[in-house]
């Protein structure tokens, strides 16, 4: 195992945590030194001299929305096309493209000198809000590439990269059929949820009489301020572990697809999606040292069982007196930690997700509580090959993780996010070309 899976000097294990105090100390310092230098100035109550650059880049080697800081909120979609025509399909990359880029570059604004008697690109909801670090990432689900019944709609069937094939049904799948699939998606992520919003809006509306939605997420993140690690619904700390997106020879080795990948789609990444139902009433009547159990972490600190730093190693190898593990072998920290996986690691980017209440059965007997939450995770991971990432680890973990007495997974979709763009181009066109 090298240094970085076991979490040595250089591993992700460490980089986090002095990442994350590098940051606090900066951005104190930073804090500071505007603070003073207004009260120098004598200004009254204007902190912060210079706006803050809100915009992330939309064009570049790899798709934003993969690598970037996670932001609080994200709308998820997937349409499946209705066209036969392939130009229909580059048309519509080359529009969303487009369309992408410009809103990615801030706040619309409404033209003075509009016609009134024109269609509006956009729905003016995000007109004169910031760009609210909005990325836009877009992917190509196995059936863009060949129908289930084998038609090759778009003359691209010998293209599809062997990774990129339909997921395994897993252990305990409990899928709907209208939250699985697509042939395309697209992710919006931003800090305001009206952003999101807007944009997706926008972009669905360029497909029409060429895809129709298929289905669709919204989610939000517990992102905390100065670098802290976000709590999920569950009240843990979600993504201590994760690959550190700075460290470019992690992300080579297990975010971008390389040289075994198809031309068209080195410097993508595959995407797993799947909303995962959390039994959230069941979890609020556990004890804390069950679901602690259950997580193999504490939940204040987020350290591993037995320590008390969030960073600290999770040395899963560790025994109690009795001989029994310190961390429960089919806790889920254990069951997803590389050294219990041959080393395989995916880059997490999971938001919650709570669309309110759901009936789950008629009302008998009367005591029962009927009606529970329809929330959990939108988990989402990506990687440089499903089946060396996500199907590996799930598999194992579908059967004996402890958290499964908690979560259904009722969706589930793959997606290949293919590199990114220069201005000029769009969105998968040397699959196309
Ligand atoms: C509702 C479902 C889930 C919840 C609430 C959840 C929550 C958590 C929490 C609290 C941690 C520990 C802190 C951390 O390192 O981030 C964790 C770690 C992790 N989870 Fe999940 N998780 C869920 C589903 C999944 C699934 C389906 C997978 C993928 C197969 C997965 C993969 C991982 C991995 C790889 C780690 C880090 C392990 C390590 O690097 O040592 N999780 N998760």
Redesign the pocket.
């Known amino acids: 195992m090298n240094k970085l899976t076991q979490g040595g000097p250089l591993g ?1 294990r460490n980089f986090l945590a002095r990442a994350a105090v590098a940051a606090t100390v900066a951005s104190l310092a930073e804090g500071a030194k505007a603070l003073t230098s207004t009260r120098q100035a004598g200004v009254r109550t204007e902190v912060c001299a210079k706006p803050v650059d809100d915009t992330v880049p939309f064009w570049g080697p790899h798709q934003a929305g993969i690598a970037t800081a996670m932001q609080a909120h994200t709308y998820f979609i997937a349409f499946d096309l209705v066209t036969e025509q392939r130009d229909d399909v580059i048309r519509l990359l080359q529009a969303w493209t487009t369309a992408a880029a410009q809103m990615s570059r801030g706040p619309a604004r409404f033209d003075p000198k509009a016609d009134p008697q024109a269609r509006p690109a956009e729905s003016g909801a995000a007109v004169d809000l910031p760009a609210s670090r909005l990325t836009i990432t877009f992917g190509f689900g196995p059936t863009l590439f060949q129908t289930k019944d084998g038609r090759d709609r778009y003359g691209i069937a010998a293209r599809r990269p062997e990774a990129l094939r339909e997921l395994p049904v897993f252990v305990g799948d409990q899928l709907v059929p209208e939250r699985c699939g697509g042939d395309l998606s697209i992710q919006a992520c931003a800090d305001n949820p009206q952003v999101v919003e807007a944009a997706v809006r926008r972009l669905a509306r360029l497909a029409n009489g060429v895809a129709v939605m298929r289905w669709a997420q919204t989610g939000f993140s517990g992102s905390f301020p100065h670098g802290q ?1 976000g709590r ?3 009240g ?7 690959i550190p997106t700075q460290d470019a020879s992690a992300m080579d080795k297990f975010v971008w697809a390389g040289e075994e990948a198809p031309a068209w789609m080195r410097g993508g990444s595959y995407m797993v999606i ?1 909303p ?1 139902r ?1 039994s959230l009433e069941h979890w609020d009547d556990m004890t804390t040292a069950f679901q602690e159990e259950t ?3 504490h939940k204040t600190s ?1 350290a591993p069982m037995g320590k008390h730093g969030e960073f600290e190693a ?1 040395e899963l190898e560790r025994t109690q007196a009795d001989g029994q593990p310190v961390t429960n072998e089919n806790s ?2 254990a069951m ?4 219990n ?1 041959d080393g ?3 880059l ?1 980017r ?1 938001f919650s997700y709570d669309n309110g209440i759901a009936k789950i059965a008629e009302r008998w007997p009367p005591w029962r509580q009927l009606v529970t939450f329809d929330a ?2 939108l ?1 989402q ?1 990506y990687q440089r090959d499903p089946r060396a990432g ?1 199907i590996k ?2 598999k194992k ?1 579908a059967t004996i ?1 402890m ?1 499964n007495q ?2 259904t ?1 009722t969706g589930s979709a793959i997606f290949a996010c293919p590199p990114g763009v220069e201005p000029g181009g769009y969105i998968g066109q040397h699959l196309f070309t």
């Open positions: 992700r690690t999920n619904t569950m843990f700390k979600d993504g201590t572990l994760n799947r995962i959390i997580v193999g972490r987020g999770l889920h920290a997803s930690a590389p050294e996986n395989a690691q995916i997490r999971a959990g995770l988990f991971c996500f680890m799930y973990m993780d958290l908690f979560t997974h």
